[in-house]
């Protein structure tokens, strides 16, 4: 069985820093694209950043130049480093990765539980 479990959120003034991370645990063949999105309260859920095994990288453009999203193959961990935040910013904020299990053929998708940032004005 495979998780995604984050941590790093929290609250923080305007300006500020943050750095989530993300590791995904279990029985793992394969970790793909990781990546973070984010659901503000009554919105839907957005893509913030995902980074394919190979290191490349996309950003929404609302957090190109602040974010920065990294990934440890070794611990099958993705990071993204959150500077100059914004009250735009908070949102629960989500990992997620396309993961083969041990003993499957196929890529499946996984979700961690979610962590609270916010950032005050």
């Known amino acids: 069985q495979v998780q995604l479990v984050e941590s790093g959120g929290g609250l923080v003034q305007a300006g500020g820093s943050l750095r989530l991370s993300c590791a995904a645990s279990?029985?793992?063949?394969?970790?793909?694209?990781m990546g973070w999105y984010r659901q503000a309260p009554g919105k839907q859920r957005d893509l913030v950043a995902l980074i394919k095994e190979n290191g490349q990288t996309v950003y929404v453009d609302s957090v190109k130049g602040r974010f920065t999203i990294s990934r440890d193959n070794a611990k099958n961990t993705v990071y993204l480093q959150m500077n100059s935040l914004k009250p735009e910013d908070t949102a629960v904020y989500y990992c997620?990765?396309?993961?083969?299990?041990?003993?499957?053929?196929?890529?499946?998708?996984?979700w961690g539980q979610g962590t609270q940032v916010t950032v005050s004005s």
């Open positions: 997620n990765a396309d993961i083969i299990p041990l003993g499957r053929d196929h890529v499946e998708d996984y």
């Open positions: 279990g029985s793992i063949f394969s970790t793909r694209v």
